[in-house]
């Protein structure tokens, strides 16, 4: 008639540490009394004399309350039920060893209030009840491996805090994810330390080597939104433990969340503060997009970005099939339309029918070898497919025009890096008319084609050795996704003009990044060999010629200083070039800065 409402009792009986704790003060009260009388039965076999039961009430309680005491002393009341272990036992036997020893002492100095007591009742005793309290604390383990659903678990730690943090243990606890048995979450933060976060307790972080020892800690889970340095110095001190397994958090919504093996990218990832993404939807929602390049790594992630961010239409250029399909593939809706740049009237073609809103050109030739095997392809490509581009662009009036550059344009050593800057200098310098023309400048992206990540990573999954060109080689790292939205950031806050350059923080030795490789992904010595620089590779990449970058509203776009080049000079340059039989002697005309051992 009255029923309880299930929210208003779900709350209560939902496990708690304090629940836990009262729970097994009042099981032990129980058990114990149950346990004494026993040995009282055992000891008189099963006929106990009506004269030495009058001081058990006595004797009970004072064993009763050593014991509860002595338990909380040696951490009986702390564990995790499902997790009772061997150490765990062996606090407990302790515990009744102080207890059973206290009340021997107490009865000898003070035999008056329990006489008549059999002494031997003490070691009967001891030894029911750490049986029977043992027991019931093994109890729960029991039950869950009999169904098979602790055994496989292995015992594990959190490491950070986040508003996450809650979700990722409730999935963990009712088997949504990965199988591991959380045992302790770790912060650096004091406020959280002695919490309970879903009866798993919080320690301090400096607690870690202790957990691993006690526990047999098998896999630490790092907090994925974790600041980057925070991430890497975590990652360091766990590779000095026993730890076998290192993993991330991943928050897949709301209410579910999951656990990933850490990888070199989230190691590498920048993880920009400043990423305004209210600012790149106002920009991309509702328009029509053209991308050239879109089945490529920077161009299928920018169309992945632009879909996601709501554009209303997606128009998806490559002259590769296969790339395109598979972009196809992860976009339904989008328009495919095989297209090489250099046919300049298809492309206007394609402009002029779908009138787009916003011009993004990805499509280039990057690979730095091949482009140096292949000048003339090189050149032909990236130089005049690119004019074709912007000058379509401009013709047909689309608002926004963005040009993906790349660090190698800066003092470039090679055709590929001298190609791109020379694009830039068209970007800059063509009348833009009713258009706006921005190109924007970074480094290597993880993730991409061609990367050196990928490469690494075969090379161990091998058995190595790893190769690299050169010991003191450096490169500039982002993760594609995140370079992908600050273009189109910077693209958002454009006026037409600019060299946008991304924050490419810190570059990084690639012969640290291969060592860090080996500690994360190889289960023995791999070796790491110098195979000598490739023609046109630099030790060293830049983002900025010199320093007449400006500041932009966000930290992590920079507006590099305008070249001046006479449009026209410049197109004529490049006609020379393009007719010329000493055309890397042309590039170099085109880009002082250009060196390169042939010439």
């Not at 344009?409 to 020379?422: C, E, H, L, Q």
Request: a neutral charge.
């Amino acid at each position: 008639m009255y029923a309880i409402k299930k929210e208003l009792l779900v709350p209560f009986l939902a496990p708690s540490n304090t629940k836990r704790v009262f729970f097994f003060i009042f099981a032990d009260t129980f058990l114990s009394l149950i346990t004494l009388y026993g040995a009282y039965l055992l000891r008189f076999n099963f006929s106990i004399p009506e004269g030495f039961l009058a001081p058990f009430w006595h004797v009970a309680l004072s064993i009763i309350v050593l014991k509860l005491t002595a338990t909380a002393l040696f951490g009986g009341y702390t564990f995790i039920w499902r997790f009772f272990a061997l150490n765990d036992a062996k606090k407990l036997f302790f515990a009744h060893l102080l207890t059973y020893t206290l009340f021997a002492f107490i009865f000898l100095l003070f035999p008056e209030p329990f006489s008549p007591f059999p002494r031997s009742v003490i070691i009967i005793d001891l030894f029911l009840s750490f049986t029977l309290l043992g027991a019931l604390r093994f109890s729960k383990r029991l039950i869950m491996e009999s169904s098979g659903n602790i055994s496989k678990l292995k015992p594990s730690i959190i490491i950070g805090i986040s508003p996450n943090t809650d979700t990722l243990i409730k999935s963990l606890l009712k088997g949504d994810c990965y199988p591991l048995a959380i045992i302790a979450v770790l912060d650096k933060n004091q406020n959280m330390v002695g919490s309970t976060i879903h009866n798993i307790k919080v320690y301090d972080f400096t607690q870690l080597q202790n957990l691993i020892a006690k526990h047999t800690i098998v896999t630490a889970v790092i907090e994925g939104s974790l600041p980057q340095e925070a991430l890497q110095q975590i990652y360091a001190q766990l590779k000095e433990t026993s730890i076998q397994e290192i993993k991330r958090s991943v928050n897949l919504d709301d209410t579910m969340s999951s656990v990933e093996p850490l990888c070199i990218e989230d190691l590498l990832a920048r993880h920009p503060k400043d990423l305004d993404t209210q600012t790149i939807g106002d920009f991309i929602r509702g328009k029509t997009i053209v991308i050239t390049g879109a089945g490529g790594s920077i161009g299928s992630e920018i169309a992945l970005q632009c879909h996601r961010f709501g554009a209303f239409k997606l128009i998806l250029i490559d002259h590769s099939e296969y790339n395109l399909y598979q972009i196809g593939e992860k976009i339904p809706s989008a328009q495919l339309r095989l297209c090489n740049i250099l046919d300049k009237p298809m492309f206007d073609s394609i402009i002029g029918t779908e009138q787009p809103d916003i011009l993004i050109h990805a499509a280039a030739y990057k690979h730095v070898p091949l482009c140096e095997a292949n000048l003339h392809a090189a050149i032909t490509n990236n130089i005049i497919g690119s004019c074709n581009v912007i000058d379509s662009a401009i013709d047909h009036n689309i608002s926004k025009i963005v040009i993906i550059s790349t660090d190698k344009a800066v003092r470039p050593t090679n055709i590929m890096g001298t190609t791109k800057r020379i694009v830039e200098l068209y970007a800059q310098n063509v009348d833009p008319r009713n258009s706006e023309i921005v190109a924007v400048r970074f480094g290597n992206v993880l993730g991409s084609s061609g990367s050196v990540i990928p490469k690494f990573k075969e090379q161990i999954d091998a058995g190595g050795p790893i190769t690299l060109t050169h010991p003191e080689i450096t490169r500039y790292f982002m993760l594609i996704h995140e370079a992908c939205q600050l273009v189109l950031q910077a693209a958002a806050i454009a006026r037409g003009g600019e060299l946008f350059i991304l924050d490419m923080g810190k570059p990084i030795k690639i012969i640290d990044l291969a060592r860090t490789m080996i500690r994360l992904y190889a289960h023995k010595e791999i070796e790491i060999c110098t195979t000598g620089l490739r023609p046109g590779e630099k030790l060293y990449e830049e983002l900025l010629m010199d320093e007449s970058e400006q500041k932009t509203a966000f930290d992590s776009i920079m507006i590099a200083g305008s070249t001046v080049y006479p449009i026209d000079q410049l197109r004529n340059d490049i006609e020379k070039l393009l007719l010329s039989d000493e055309p890397i002697k042309y590039l170099k005309y085109i880009v002082p800065e250009f060196t390169n051992p042939a010439v």
